[in-house]
């Protein structure tokens, strides 16, 4: 089979991290244009030939027009394997939906399923993405899923900008006590949780904290933030059990409805997130708000697929 | 259209299969819906393959297939069973097939965790599709999300409703604070402290470093509690009894171990003999032969039966999710 070439195309909104992906690369984003007709209809064509490349399609979801952001990459993966190309990997660092991904005692669909689905019916060969919601994800899928780690880009963060030998890791909820746990092995320090307890008739729900953070310099970790309403109010907690400060880092810095406001209230010092959503606006917005560019680690992941190479190394290791 | 060949169809049966897998529990289903077993024959050949004859007619019938996940040297014979009794009643004209898997096998192998493994959950998902099941029932998956597995319904049941009965009627209750033994088992068991409205702790086992032994480290308080130490299944019930020495060091006053799936292989029963645990509960969601004076046992067929009836009767399961049935 002739050797072939890395094709990086990116829609036309939200260009930022396929920006600094391609840079990283030392290449240039495909040509294409992405517009939209008057009756609203996603319009898509690539300029230049494609034909027997191996296709990264870069985009970044998040909030506000998720459905069009999804449509729009549908699309685009149609129209690479239309125009022939070798194979087409499809690079979601924040998964859509992926928090819809059980029936969990209810009569709901498992609309991270459907995702799946539709991007394989579309003619996705490949999927790289972030922090999924739940691993199991991957198995929603027929073709291959390497599902990256934020995690040693946030070792390496914590290690740079926070005096962590005083820190104690936060699980934000019981649902992501394996994650803080993962860190704070990673950290060599000491975790804690807190546990949302259900609201009765006539209370309020209450947030209770287990284990001791006193004096302590609190580092809540979780894989998003939306609201912020709980990232507030569990910072209150920790601080009324004597921790000395609050900060969050969170992979998918999503930041919908009131988050700015909530969190620029909140007793928050500092909230970080990744780029896997776009996020530039939010920062001018909110001065506690700072960024960890995990845009390497998806270059570095799409040179060493397109070489062959394995990806494991990055599920420990921050690229050189 | 829709509507008059729904009403054309005719009225049909339900039909109870039962694998080799865990014939205790299939026969007490039998025994609660009223409705014996179907004659099944399902045998081994001398070369090991297995041979499967159905003994009835189960020409457009409501056919159900009982068969767990277990044995250390039979799992692979009995999903190889299941897979032949799914394919055996497909050919005979059954209208539909729904398999009855209290234990989902292979179900942690459920995703590609930093490794090149394979995600066999949902390879046996493929295959039970592929067989020809309609619809699967089955209880406590190990990750809710296995049910996304598959193209076909899934219904995860729970052991909640029947575990959150034994705690009230069985337990120091009110001086019991629940337990998970690991970092990924919060959620559950958050889940059933806001229920029972008691207090909530978790193990946390470190990871072990170079030249020393991994250690366990308790997050919250355990002094003069009676701990329920609560988790979807027992294996080789390693992290179970040393979960149990960490809380008695830290002043628990008894620990209780409160599981879904009794697995039990290895040295289970010799580390069990040998713990300081007053009491070790499952379910029969698999066969238990756990001969020991601090076992018991909490009963899921009922669980199963109401599910299967109100299956064929086109009725809502989700009661099952919040009630045990008697």
Not at chain 1, 46 to 62: M, Y
Not at chain 2, 121 to 137: C, E, S
Not at chain 2, 198 to 227: P, W, Y
Not at chain 2, 236 to 249: I, N, P, R, S, W
């Amino acid at each position: 089979m002739p050797t072939n070439s890395i094709k990086l195309l990116a829609p036309d909104v939200h260009r930022g991290l396929a920006e600094l992906v391609a840079k990283r690369l030392g290449l240039q984003l495909t040509s294409s244009k992405l517009k939209r007709d008057p009756t609203g209809e996603v319009s898509f064509s690539i300029g230049e030939s494609v034909r027997d490349q191996d296709i990264f399609i870069i985009t970044q979801i998040g909030s506000g027009v998720v459905n069009d952001r999804v449509l729009e990459l549908l699309i685009m993966i149609n129209a690479s394997k239309t125009a022939s190309a070798r194979r087409i990997t499809a690079i979601i660092p924040n998964f859509p939906y992926a928090r819809q991904d059980r029936k969990d005692k209810s009569r709901a669909p498992i609309t991270a399923k459907l995702m799946a689905d539709m991007l394989t019916t579309a003619g996705c060969d490949h999927v790289i993405t972030m922090d999924l919601h739940a691993s199991q994800i991957q198995g929603f899928f027929d073709v291959p899923v390497d599902n990256l780690y934020a995690e040693p880009s946030v070792v390496r963060y914590i290690k740079e900008n926070v005096n962590y030998m005083d820190s104690i890791i936060i699980s934000p909820d019981a649902g992501g006590a394996k994650r803080a746990a993962t860190l704070a092995d990673r950290l060599d320090l000491n975790f804690a949780l807190i546990h949302k307890e259900r609201a009765r008739a006539n209370e309020v729900s209450r947030m209770v904290l287990v284990g001791d953070v006193t004096d302590k310099i609190c580092i809540i970790v979780d894989d998003m933030a939306d609201t912020c309403g709980t990232l507030a109010k569990a910072a209150e907690i920790l601080l009324e059990n004597r921790a000395k400060s609050v900060i969050a880092i969170v992979t998918h810095g999503v930041l919908s409805g009131r988050a700015i406001e909530n969190i620029n209230n909140s007793k928050l010092d500092r909230v970080v997130c990744t780029n896997t959503v776009p996020f530039e606006e939010k920062i001018k917005k909110c001065p506690k708000l700072a960024v960890i560019d995990i845009s390497s680690v998806l270059a570095e992941s799409i040179r060493r697929l397109h070489n062959g190479e394995s990806i494991s190394y990055l599920f420990k290791n921050y690229p050189l | 259209m829709n509507s008059e060949s729904r009403e054309d169809m005719a009225i049909n049966s339900i039909k109870l299969l039962a694998g080799n897998s865990h014939p205790d529990l299939a026969e007490q289903i039998s025994k609660k819906l009223g409705i014996p077993l179907s004659k099944v024959g399902v045998y081994q050949y001398s070369n090991k393959e297995t041979s499967v004859t159905i003994g009835e007619s189960l020409r457009d019938e409501d056919v159900y297939i009982i068969q767990t996940g277990i044995g250390e040297q039979e799992i692979n014979d009995f999903l190889m069973e299941l897979l032949i009794l799914i394919h055996a009643c497909k050919i005979a004209s059954a209208r539909k097939i729904t398999t009855v898997i209290p234990n989902f096998p292979y179900a942690r192998q459920d995703k590609k965790d930093k490794s090149r493994a394979p995600i066999t959950a949902k390879l046996v998902a493929n295959l039970l599709q592929t067989a020809g099941a309609d619809h699967v029932i089955t209880m406590d998956l190990h990750a809710s999300q296995i049910q996304g597995f598959f193209h076909i319904p899934v219904d995860n049941l729970y052991a909640e409703p029947s575990v959150l009965n034994y705690i009230r009627t069985k337990t120091d209750f009110d001086n019991a604070i629940l337990v998970s033994p690991d970092a990924g088992g919060a959620k559950r068991v958050a889940a059933l402290a806001d229920k029972l409205d008691l207090n909530f702790a978790l193990i946390h086992k470190e990871r072990q470093k170079a030249n020393e032994v991994s250690k366990m480290v308790l997050v919250g308080d355990v002094t003069n509690k009676s701990c329920l130490l609560v988790d979807d299944m027992a294996d080789t019930c390693g992290t179970l009894v040393k979960a149990c020495d960490t809380l008695m060091e830290h002043g628990a006053k008894e620990v209780i171990a409160i599981v879904t799936h009794g697995i039990f292989s290895g040295s289970a029963r010799e580390k069990l003999r040998n713990s300081r645990l007053s009491r070790i509960v499952c379910t029969n969601t698999v066969p238990v032969d756990l001969d020991l004076p601090i076992a018991d046992q909490i009963d899921i067929s009922p669980t199963f039966a109401e599910a299967i009836r109100r299956l064929h009767n086109g009725e809502s399961v989700s009661y099952l999710f919040t009630h045990a049935p008697v």
